[in-house]
């Protein structure tokens, strides 16, 4: 088994400002991915990485940055927050098809 | 464009009633669709999956239906329980080379005692 943390639980964040959050995953998974998830809607793919160091851009990637420093992490850059944004990321890892997710930062945006 | 159409949006059943969501999807590609319940304040779990091949999974309370000539599935749940409340979602994954899930927008369970 494993497990995915997710850093912060919550973040506030000002308009404009560039906010980052961070996932760790110990299933020592290739794959992982960071989805955003707003109230009434699916999740919505933003970016990917098949390995260390590779970044994919899903149909959501504008407004954002990722890096995948190592295997383990995957950090997201909100690189200029909008006013009255309200939305769940949540981060995945996967090896094969299934993919398990951490438990989210919710982001409000004043 | 939306790929995969889940309703009903919402669902209320009584507990011992047998819940069916519904999903629907466009890519005949699609093969891989995995079910995932969400509770609130939690990240979405792997409930179920079925692939392509086959038209019926089961496990335990859970059943995938899958027709693929009408590209619809449906997810029973049958015997339904007030910790059943919560919210799922359908995916599906076109045929292998592809690592992207496709998410529905999801049917909120609510399961009354």
């Known amino acids: 088994g494993g497990i995915i943390t997710q850093t912060p639980k919550f973040l506030i964040g000002q308009e404009g400002q560039k906010l980052t959050l961070k996932c760790q995953q110990n299933?020592?998974?290739?794959?992982m991915y960071w989805y955003r998830q707003d109230s009434g809607k699916g999740l919505r793919l933003i970016y990917y990485?098949?390995?260390?160091?590779?970044?994919q851009k899903g149909d959501l990637s504008e407004g954002y940055d990722a890096s995948r420093e190592k295997k383990s992490s995957f950090s997201l850059t909100v690189t200029s927050a909008q006013k009255n944004e309200m939305a769940v990321f949540l981060c995945?890892?996967?090896?094969?098809?299934?993919?398990?997710f951490g438990p989210g930062t919710r982001l409000t945006v004043l | 464009q939306q790929q995969v159409r889940q309703s009903p949006q919402s669902l209320t059943v009584w507990e011992g009633e047998t819940a069916i969501l519904n999903c629907s999807y466009e890519?005949?590609?699609?093969?891989?669709f995995p079910w995932y319940q969400q509770f609130p304040g939690e990240g979405p779990a792997l409930l179920i999956s079925i692939r392509s091949v086959s038209d019926k999974k089961e496990d335990g309370r859970f059943t995938i239906f899958f027709n693929k000539r009408e590209k619809k599935l449906s997810l029973h749940i049958t015997d339904s329980q007030p910790g059943d409340s919560a919210t799922y979602f359908c995916?599906?994954?076109?045929?292998?080379?592809?690592?992207?899930?496709?998410f529905g927008s999801g049917t909120q369970l609510t399961v009354m005692p």
């Open positions: 890519d005949s590609t699609f093969n891989y």
């Open positions: 299933f020592n998974h290739d794959t």
């Open positions: 995916a599906a994954r076109a045929s292998s080379g592809s690592w992207q899930l496709i």
């Open positions: 990485s098949i390995t260390e160091n590779d970044l």
């Open positions: 995945a890892s996967s090896r094969g098809g299934e993919q398990y």
